[in-house]
Nanobody, 119 residues
């Protein structure tokens, strides 16, 4: 199993920055990729950014050039640096651990952290 604990959300003005953190524990070596997703009430959860165990990154078009996903293996932590924030970035952000080789227990999620961007 994997445990994920997010932190770093909050209220920020448009144009500002926030950094989200996701502390990972448990069977870390089973994880093939980590991601950040976000969800607005009434809408599907969407992928914001992901990073594979090999270090490859992927971003949603809406955040390219503004958000950066990274990880610190020594601290077992994944980060999402969010710059030039816009009101449309307001959502609950979730950390995800993807375990491709464990299909019956593939996805783990954090509890979510609220990000609110005021105009």
């Amino acid at each position: 199993q994997v445990q994920l604990v997010e932190s770093g959300g909050g209220l920020v003005q448009a144009g500002g920055s926030l950094r989200l953190s996701c502390a990972v524990s448990g069977n870390i070596f089973s994880i093939t990729a980590m991601g950040w997703y976000r969800q607005i009430p009434g809408k599907q959860r969407e992928l914001v950014a992901s990073i594979t165990s090999g270090g490859s990154t992927n971003y949603a078009d809406s955040v390219k050039g503004r958000f950066t996903i990274s990880r610190d293996n020594a601290k077992n932590t994944v980060y999402l640096q969010m710059d030039s924030l816009k009101p449309e970035d307001t959502a609950v952000y979730y950390c995800n651990a993807d375990r491709r080789y464990y299909p019956s227990e593939r996805d783990y999620w954090g509890q979510g952290t609220q990000v609110t961007v005021s105009s």
